[in-house]
């Protein structure tokens, strides 16, 4: 079922993206540049908020919504991003080359998905499946039930 959520997030780039400057939430819409696995790439401007509210606390949390399910991925960003991947995203995003003269001159970062949630309203009764990357662990249950472990 992990599988399911992440080709949904593959097929479903545009994402809600959750930041906060100091303590205040920002949410703003973003795009997954990349999708590696379980590995979410973006890249943005230095110049802009969400740069520096990443560098200040890069703990967030995206959403993707489509056709009654959604799945939200929260974690924390590393800006360990490589230059062949650098470079990968700026070639492969046709809006970058039309707003930056080289993949150079934006900054990326990548979200390792720490947690996942699975939510597809579809069928009666919903289906919900929490997975935590980082420990193994996929949970299972119902939206309006108590969370259950498998």
């Known amino acids: ?3 399911k959520a992440l080709d949904f997030l593959r097929n479903h780039n545009e994402v809600a993206f959750a ?4 303590h205040l939430p920002k949410l703003r819409m973003f795009q997954i540049m990349k999708q590696e696995n379980n590995v979410l790439y973006f ?17 967030v949390e995206v959403l993707a919504y ?9 974690g924390m960003v590393n800006f360990d991003v490589e230059e062949d ?17 080289s993949y150079d001159k934006l900054a990326y970062f990548c979200l390792p998905i720490a947690e996942m949630d699975y939510y597809d309203l579809t069928p009666t009764p919903p289906v919900f499946l929490h997975f935590d990357l980082m ?3 996929i949970g299972k249950g119902f939206v309006g039930e108590r969370f259950k472990t498998q």
């Open 1 to 3: 079922m992990i599988k």
């Open 19 to 22: 930041t906060s400057d100091g």
């Open 43 to 59: 890249s943005t401007s230095a110049e802009k908020a969400v740069w520096k509210e990443l560098k200040q606390n890069p703990n």
């Open 66 to 74: 489509a056709d009654n399910i959604s799945v939200r991925c929260s």
């Open 85 to 101: 991947v650098k470079q990968w995203i700026y070639d492969h995003n046709p809006v970058l080359p039309r707003l930056y003269s």
């Open 135 to 137: 420990a193994g662990e």
